[in-house]
């Protein structure tokens, strides 16, 4: 409940809690491009210095689920006090590290730290604006969550560049510390204590399965998944531990996650909705670099301002949505989100070797167009018909969901396109025969002068690119089927805001 304090002094809350959660999501991306600085720094093999972004991301989805308890136990406002000093120190210990063990532990504390400001974050801004206004302020903290991952790459590139790897971390610094002082000056104490009883047997079983999900998520496709002991170990420690949670929650008295969130439709399909967005759109971030850099040529640098587009477009929907969402209704402004997506994904799977950077952006414009109009109608609706007391609990679980999505999204994905490579190059292959017209003319050319080698590296380039298409095209028929689930969510009535509006004022 947010107090009268706070509803006054909204505006620079507003402002503070956007520049925590940008700092927060800044960091899930803004490190991978200075990994190859960092590895000669730190004296780290390229499987080993993998875990940098790994122990960030498993402290971060281990203490997501626990944010919300801690906040009702101590308050909003000491949790936001300490995640942010907590988050900014040990991002300046992030900077000074001189080995991989130092740089994997204070990972391991940015991201424990960091991991209720995203949910509590979102909690607030619900809790201090009239329903009416939320399509709005909605779309303000959307754009702190999205843009991070797609600015991340681009300030990450050119830090390390022109400074050095370290700065991807001091960043945070002066960012933290205002976002503290606002904070501490403006937003009002609460009560605490009105947590309930604390369910450590369902906690315990949630957090080792989203601890062994994620790390299998991400150690799979480096480890052959399941030709691999580790990820069988994984995979069985985590069906074990979400077996032993559902029925935790379903039989104990004071389940860790209230159960009543389970029986508002708005909610259940708005977060299968989000762990969706979340596996099939956000992946694109992840291998679009991957693609510019190893395909085209693209220095990490070039790579990064190639995908400012999609910031770009991210940015003019968060300025339009309210208004659509206002004449249009929230669903309507939902499909159009995701038509948008579809049409930039098949644009993509019609990428070739020989283009420029044109396609890149303009598809990443659209698709952040298409993306910006998904997040501000999708909260709107999730959250519209939700008792207000179980509101920190349900953008918990929320947010876990849209880690979980993204982590398997980003596995799965880089997991099939190893295997289109593969299969498409055995193609090629194939065709790889002396009778080949197409095959003298190659062989007469610049690529016979090298040899076999040259020529196995062509094939493998075009194998490449055919299972890079391939998957854009997947996505792009998997983003489609997200559509029935808009005719299963009730519509942002009057009648729906009307307890939300009283408890908002």
């Not at 843009?147 to 370290?166: C, F, H, Q, S, Y």
């Not at 669903?331 to 070739?352: E, K, Q, T």
């Amino acid at each position: 409940m947010a107090s009268e304090a706070d509803v006054r002094n909204r505006i620079p809350i507003t402002g503070a809690l956007m520049l925590a959660t940008l700092m927060n999501t800044l960091d899930s991306t803004i490190a991978n491009v200075a990994l190859p600085h960092m590895r000669g720094s730190l004296g780290a093999s390229q499987d080993q210095i993998t875990w940098v972004l790994t122990s960030y991301i498993i402290a971060t989805a281990i203490m997501t689920p626990l944010s919300g308890w801690l906040s009702l136990k101590f308050g909003r406002k000491p949790m936001f006090l300490i995640s942010i000093a907590a988050f900014t120190l040990a991002s300046a210990l992030c900077g000074v590290a001189q080995t991989l063990p130092e740089m994997v532990i204070f990972r391991l504390l940015q991201g424990m730290a960091g991991a209720s400001l995203i949910p509590l974050s979102q909690t607030v801004m619900l809790d201090i604006y009239p329903q009416h206004m939320i399509p709005r302020v909605m779309s303000m903290w959307s754009a702190a969550v999205i843009m991070g991952p797609i600015v991340g790459p681009a300030l990450g590139g050119w830090l390390t560049e022109n400074w050095d790897w370290r700065w991807v971390f001091y960043i945070n610094l002066p960012i933290g510390a205002f976002a503290f002082g606002i904070l501490w000056f403006f937003m009002g104490h609460e009560d605490a204590g009105r947590e309930r009883p604390f369910d450590f047997l369902g906690f315990g079983a949630l957090a080792l399965f989203v601890g062994s999900f994620q790390l299998m998520m991400d150690r799979g496709p480096s480890q052959d998944w399941f030709g691999s002991t580790e990820i069988w170990i994984e995979a069985v420690i985590a069906s074990l531990s979400l077996f032993v949670f559902i029925v935790q929650t379903l039989t104990a008295e004071h389940p860790f996650f209230h159960r009543d969130l389970a029986k508002d439709r708005n909610f259940v399909t708005g977060t299968l909705f989000g762990l969706c967005v979340g596996a099939i759109l956000f992946s694109t971030t992840a291998i679009l670099p991957s693609f510019m850099q190893n395909l085209l040529g693209y220095s990490a640098l070039q790579s990064g301002y190639a995908s400012m587009p999609r910031g770009v477009g991210s940015l003019i929907a968060f300025l339009v949505v309210p208004f659509m969402i206002q004449h249009g209704g929230p669903r309507r402004v939902l499909l159009l989100g995701i038509g948008l997506s579809m049409l930039a994904l098949w644009w993509m799977a019609h990428f070739s070797l020989d283009m420029t950077s044109t396609p890149i952006m303009t598809a990443g414009l659209v698709q952040g167009l298409g993306t910006g109009l998904l997040f501000a109608p999708l909260n709107t609706l999730s959250y519209v018909t939700l008792n207000p007391i179980h509101r920190t609990e349900a953008t918990v679980l929320a947010t876990m969901a849209r880690s979980l999505g993204s982590s398997m999204g980003i596995s799965v994905l880089q997991a099939t396109l190893t295997n289109n490579i593969a299969l498409a190059h055995a193609r090629l292959i194939d065709n790889v025969a002396p009778g080949n017209p197409n095959l003298a003319t190659v062989m007469n050319g610049p690529i016979g002068a090298g040899g076999p080698a040259a020529l196995n590296g062509l094939v493998t380039q075009q194998a490449s690119m055919i299972g890079y298409v391939d998957v854009f095209a997947w996505m792009a028929l998997g983003v489609g089927l997200l559509i029935p689930l808009l005719m299963v969510m009730r519509p942002a009535t009057p009648a729906a805001m009307t307890p939300l509006e009283a408890h908002a004022d």
